[in-house]
């Protein structure tokens, strides 16, 4: 006579399966809608106010020609001199040397 020793068969869990399959199609679901449906709502989440207000001011246009030509920068006056300084205040000939 033969004996037979077989091991047990694991049945399968189609319920914890079909669970992880659910989590896995409700993550993927909402990463679709996220980043390729409504990528503001990213945006919206991620960008603090600093930044926000930093892009808008970088949307600003600049146009040198209407500053220069304005009434405001043409009354503009200096009233401070500027120094030039003479050969002798300019430095040495070798700064590594003592004086």
Do not use: C, H
Request: aromatic residues 8%; hydrophobic residues 40%.
């Amino acid at each position: 006579m033969a004996i037979v020793i077989e091991g047990e068969k694991k049945s399968v869990d189609w319920g914890f399966i079909l669970g992880i399959l659910s989590i896995v199609g409700i993550i993927g679901v909402a990463i679709v809608y996220l980043f390729f449906v409504n990528p503001e709502t990213v945006q919206q989440l991620t960008t603090t106010p600093d930044q926000q207000r930093l892009s808008e001011f970088s949307k600003t246009k600049l146009r040198p020609e209407e500053i220069l030509n304005s009434a405001e920068f043409q009354s503009l006056r200096t009233t401070a001199t500027i120094p030039v300084p003479s050969e002798g205040e300019i430095g040495k000939v070798n700064p590594l040397l003592p004086q």
